[in-house]
Nanobody, 123 residues
């Protein structure tokens, strides 16, 4: 299995930026896609962004398009989420995950998950 560790979460004001990182270890060769999900209190876990193994294709939730950018560095087994123009609605625990699919946007397609990192956006 793959072990994932997120970092970079914190407290920012609305309009600010934050960069999340997720370091993967283990059998990463079996996980072609990496993605980010988030979960706010009382809400279902929702898809944020995903990227293929090559980094050639990305997918974003409508709510973050134009504001968030996902990228990866396979040499370092790391995926990033650059978050700009943050809104209070972005407040949630952010999780990174890996999938054996080329790319996916639903939780059940992802087999390994990190512990999450808290992102809080104040207004």
């Amino acid at each position: 299995q793959v072990q994932l560790v997120e970092s970079g979460g914190g407290l920012v004001q609305a309009g600010g930026s934050l960069r999340l990182s997720c370091a993967a270890s283990g059998r990463t060769f079996s996980n072609y896609c990496m993605g980010w999900f988030r979960q706010a209190p009382g809400k279902e876990r929702e898809f944020v962004a995903a990227i293929t193994w090559s980094g050639g294709s990305t997918r974003y939730a409508d709510s973050v398009k134009g504001r968030f950018t996902i990228s990866r560095d396979n040499a370092k087994n790391t995926v990033f989420l650059q978050m700009n123009s943050l809104k209070p609605e972005d407040t949630a625990v952010y999780y990174c995950a890996t999938s054996q699919l080329v790319i996916a946007d639903f939780p059940s397609a992802f087999s390994s998950w990190g512990q999450g990192t808290q992102v809080t956006v104040s207004s």
